[in-house]
């Protein structure tokens, strides 16, 4: 038996897209595939909210049944539960919003059944999509937390529970549990995709990201989702080898011994693949950054939780009423700072790049910590959420307990066809 008849769940969005649009592979086998897996698995794994299976094989056979309906067409997707949707549950990972029924979908939503993806489900998100973990536990090894705040979503798709799922990002939520669960993450430029019906934590910050198990499959769906069917392009025929700038970022003193040792090998394996390969460092002045996405973070997130905060503190975890009263605490000209030194170093980024085309950067500080009382640091990745910039986590090796860790593809804003081909080329590089 073929992996398609006998595991169709373990096949890659991008190949399972092509035996559904071919009809060699109905919409129900795939969902059935996943469902059994789900079965099987989340248990251990608790990556789901919701679900309703009878509700998702309709999707599924209306699909079979009707003409290929676009790119997406059979997809199962997984939706992390901070976005609205029509037909389930939005809980937000809160006790406020239990069995909350939204009227609309967010329009990410809305387009991937317009593109023919089945809405699998909800996938577990920490409180409000901030720091404090929900039940989601790593997907190869239980004792470790798989990330977040996207913690479902990428332990879903690590464990061949569906092909794509939907996450944010407002520090380190796609990329570092990504990294941690051995699968792609793409946290495009900020406001590529939209964040209607998405609940919001910080404007400036927020942005939608997408996992897959490889740079295509992630490709595949926000070409799906926006219409720029250069960015599948990009990805599927990858670079020639390209020029990258390895930047150790400041934040390196909080790398562990394995992303140190990761970066060091993806440097020396990728110059001998044929790129040219060479040491960046960012301009000085952004080495505030850090500092400044907290400020712009905390003032945010108590603002957007300001009802919440307000009516219902206790059924907020002591963390997030800590966060928020931190929040209203920052003096507002702290606050307008660190706008204008994002809004600073955003115009300097494309032209600091020089004549590199991606740059080669940490996804997390090292493999997924032991235990399930934090989902990890964001340190990584909260700069360049701040700067705006594309960014797609690479897995290249695994760390002390044999765990996944990646490194992420860094590209200029509004770059990410290029940056999702270097992404690709590195990929295949690297993982052998």
């Not at 020029?243 to 562990?256: L, P, S």
């Not at 973070?297 to 009516?311: G, P, S």
């Not at 990584?380 to 490194?407: E, F, I, K, Q, R």
């Amino acid at each position: 038996m073929d992996k398609k008849t006998s595991e169709p769940n373990r096949l890659s969005a991008v190949d399972a897209a092509r035996l559904l649009g071919r009809r060699e592979l109905s919409a129900e086998a795939l969902l059935r595939a996943c469902l059994e897996r789900i079965a099987a698995r989340e248990q251990t794994v608790q990556a789901w909210a919701y679900i309703d299976e009878g509700q998702a094989l309709e999707q599924a056979r209306a699909l079979d049944r009707g003409a290929v309906r676009g790119p997406l067409h059979g997809l199962p997707v997984g939706v992390k539960d901070i976005f609205d949707t029509f037909d389930m549950p939005t809980q937000y990972g809160s006790p406020i919003y239990q069995d909350h029924r939204p009227v609309a979908d967010a329009s990410s939503v809305a387009l991937t059944r317009r593109a023919g993806g089945v809405i699998l489900g909800k996938t577990v998100t920490t409180e409000f999509a901030t720091f404090y973990p929900n039940k989601t536990r790593h997907p190869h090894n239980p004792a470790h937390t798989p990330g977040g705040s996207s913690s479902g979503s990428a332990a879903g798709v690590a464990d061949w529970m569906m092909p794509l799922a939907f996450g944010t990002q407002t520090a380190g939520s796609v990329i570092r549990p990504a990294s941690f669960c051995g699968v792609v993450g793409y946290k495009p430029t900020y406001n590529m995709l939209q964040k209607s019906g998405v609940k919001p934590e910080s404007d400036t910050l927020d942005t939608i990201g997408l996992f897959g198990r490889s740079v295509p499959d992630v490709a595949l769906f926000a070409a799906a989702l926006t219409g720029f069917a250069r960015l599948q392009g990009a990805a599927a025929q990858g670079a020639g080898a390209p020029r990258i700038g390895v930047c150790r970022t400041y934040e390196w003193n909080r790398a562990q011994p394995e992303t140190i040792s990761a970066m060091e090998r993806a440097a020396s394996g990728l110059a001998a693949a044929g790129a040219k390969v060479s040491d960046f460092t960012l301009p000085a002045s952004f080495a505030g950054l850090l500092a400044a996405h907290q400020a712009i973070l905390w003032y945010e997130l108590a603002r957007c939780f300001a009802d919440e905060f307000t009516r219902h503190p206790e059924l907020l975890s002591a963390p997030l009423r800590e966060r928020c009263a931190q929040g209203y605490a920052v003096d507002p000209s702290d606050y307008t700072k660190a706008l204008d030194l994002g809004r600073a170093c955003r115009a300097q980024l494309n032209d600091a790049f020089g004549d590199c085309d991606v740059l080669l950067a940490p996804a997390a500080p090292g493999e997924a910590p032991l235990g399930l009382g934090s989902t990890g640091d964001p340190v990584m990745n909260a700069v360049w959420t701040l700067l705006h910039a594309p960014c797609v986590t690479v897995p290249v090796a695994t760390g002390p307990n044999g765990l996944p860790v990646g490194l992420q593809a860094v590209g200029r804003i509004g770059d990410d066809g290029r940056t999702l081909a270097c992404a690709q080329w590195m990929h295949e590089k690297l993982v052998q």
